[in-house]
Structure formats: structure tokens, C-alpha cells
């Protein structure tokens, strides 16, 4: 097992899922708790940008999607959790649906812990997401593009730590766009010389760094489903999206 990997695995080497998760909350331990935080500051953003397609000007959708998930939190839809209903995204953002339809007012949102800014994220950015009001963007649309983003951006951050705790997190930055392609991105040349590398130890290292990219892109979206063979349908249903 590779560094980075053990965090997503529980109590015996059974991997960790969003289902999982949730179906284990009612043991309230401050490990589950913590887990869920982590869960609902990645569908955050998802979710924001759904109510915001549905209509929702910002305050109240960035107070309703904040609501909600302090519902989610304090156990209200656990009774509704069952694996069997499909891939995680979709249930939560049905939940988040219903609970739209229901009209809960901002006073609700802030008795619920709506003031409780416990995700901390750029609504700013999730407004360019979101897009302007009079573009045609089914808000279903909406939320996987953001879903998809979110799930990268997890992925990224798990590569940057274990870079960080290596002390390699410099060469990693200017490795990263060269996993895309990017055509701004330093030369390999210039980046072995800045490091001291060989090209060929510079080139067997991105090589490994895309590996390791795939290695938690398939960890991360494996949390998202319940079954194991649905990990390829739902990998490629990301990359379709991330395409759009």
C-alpha cells in the first residue's frame, strides 16, 4: 500500500465509502463526525450551485445548502440512506431537492446552524460555476459539473499533501500541469536543472505522479458508489462530465 492510502480504509482494511460512512454515523464518534465534515465540505459546492441553477439568489442559497447539511449532519436523513438507491451524488442531491421543495425559510436555515461557517469556500468561484441566471444549465447539469470538480480538487489535495510531507512540494507544483498537457508548463530541461535531476529521473517521476494521480482518482471515486463494479461506469460518467 502506497503512502496516503491507509486514510481510506477502516477497521480491518474495509475501504471507506460515502455510504459507509453515512450508514455508520449513528455511532456519533468524533471520527465519524469528523469524517462526515470532510463529506459535506466536498458536496458543498455542488450543492450551492444547484439551488443557485433552481433559482435561489446567493445569500439563500449559500444559507439553504448550509442548512441542509447541518440537517444532514445532525442525522435527519439517515434514515434514508440505502446503498441499494445508487450512487451517492444522486441521492444526496435528491435529498437536497426535496428539502428545497419543502421551502424552508432563511430564519429555519440560520436555527439550524445556518451561521455556522464550518465549510469555508469560494462562493465567488461557485458563482462562475454556477453561471449567469439567464443561461439554459438544467440545474442537474450544474451539480455534476461541480461534483466532478470537487472530486478532483479532492484528488489534488491528497497529492499535494504527500508531496508536502516529503518536502517535494515545489517540484510538485510545477510537475502538476504537466499531467494536463499544458503547453505554459516549464520545459523539462529548465525543470531538471532548477532541481538537480536527471530528465530521465524528472520523466520517471511524473510518470509515478501519474500514476499515484490515477491511483486516488479511482480511490475517490470509489467512496462514491456502493459496488465495486460500479467504480468504471461512474470514472467514466466524471470524465464525460469534466468533457461537457
Not at 226 to 244: H, M, S
Request: with cysteine; hydrophobic share 40%; net charge neutral.
Amino acid at each position: 500500500m502506497q503512502a496516503g492510502d491507509q486514510g481510506n480504509q477502516g477497521a480491518g482494511g474495509v475501504a471507506t465509502t460515502h455510504w459507509s460512512l453515512i450508514l455508520d454515523a449513528t455511532t456519533s464518534t468524533s471520527a465519524s463526525e469528523f469524517a462526515l465534515r470532510e463529506l459535506c465540505q466536498t458536496y458543498w459546492g455542488p450543492l450551492y450551485v444547484f439551488a443557485r441553477r433552481r433559482g435561489l439568489p446567493p445569500p439563500e442559497a449559500e444559507d439553504q445548502t448550509q442548512a441542509f447539511l447541518a440537517a444532514f449532519l445532525a442525522g435527519d436523513y439517515l434514515s434514508r440512506a440505502d446503498p441499494e438507491r445508487g450512487r451517492f451524488r444522486s441521492f444526496l442531491v435528491s435529498c437536497f431537492e426535496n428539502y428545497l421543495r419543502n421551502e424552508w425559510r432563511r430564519s429555519q436555515a440560520r436555527k439550524r446552524g445556518g451561521d455556522q461557517r464550518w465549510v469555508t469556500l469560494d462562493v465567488a468561484l461557485l458563482e462562475q460555476a454556477a453561471g449567469p441566471a439567464s443561461e439554459s444549465l438544467p440545474p442537474d447539469v450544474a451539480y455534476n459539473r461541480q461534483w466532478a470538480r470537487s472530486l478532483l480538487n479532492v484528488v489534488f489535495r491528497r497529492l499535494r499533501e504527500e508531496w508536502a510531507a516529503s518536502d517535494r512540494l515545489g517540484l510538485f507544483e510545477q510537475l502538476e500541469p504537466h499531467l494536463w498537457g499544458d503547453v505554459t508548463a516549464v520545459p523539462y530541461p529548465d525543470l531538471a536543472q532548477r532541481f538537480g535531476l536527471t530528465q530521465v529521473n524528472l520523466r520517471v517521476m511524473l510518470h509515478r505522479l501519474r500514476q499515484r494521480y490515477r491511483s486516488i482518482l479511482l480511490e475517490t471515486v470509489a467512496q462514491t458508489v456502493a459496488d465495486p463494479a460500479e467504480v468504471d461506469g461512474e470514472l467514466q460518467f466524471l470524465i464525460q462530465v469534466l468533457r461537457q
